[in-house]
């Protein structure tokens, strides 16, 4: 029974070792993950008139519990973002916008994923746009409808809100939003839009164009 038990240890020691956690388990280094590039496919673009606005790394430091111990995680996630001009009186103001978004699943010593986004609802994903606006109240849900994305038969929920931009202004949006695993990464995209502009073909169309990796 002891050596069987010590060749159960030291197997776990190995896979630990080649997955490069053992300074993560026991303090002394951290760990680091970083999920695919993301974009939108250029006939997607062409076919709806979306252009880029940018496309960015966004590196978050995270603490995960693993085997009993507090460790610091660095996770660098990948965004690009598109905007549309509208014949809506906030068209300066690119209100319709469109954001593809990866972020790794984090797993490590083969337990996980621990990325908490992996939890999140579509509803819960929805109010986090509260980052690109001054203020976003009142998200109901108004449909649920199923879109093609790489591969995926994805559940895109949208949802009626009341914004408030960095200028003051309130405009009454339509919020898109989907989530799927693809490549071991959370593949998310959120699409804004004034609701007294139809957008919702040109969003089902820029999610079936996603590409990841880009």
Known sequence: MGYRRTVAAAAVVAVLVTSGCIGFLTGEESLA????SIA????ALEETGYEEQRREAVVQNRTFSVAGQDREVRVTNHLTEYARGTDSPFAAQQLSRFTAYATPEVKIAGQ??????GDLSNRELALRLQAQYD????????SNRTVSALG????VSKFRADATLASGADVEVFVHVT????EGDYVIAMAVNPTRVDEESNVDRLIEGIDHPA
């Open 33 to 36: 993950f970083e999920s695919e």
């Open 40 to 43: 939108v496919t250029d006939a």
């Open 112 to 117: 996980g994923p621990f990325n908490p986004v």
């Open 135 to 142: 203020s976003i109240e009142n998200v109901s849900l108004e």
């Open 152 to 155: 995926n038969e994805t559940r």
């Open 179 to 182: 989530k799927f695993r693809h």
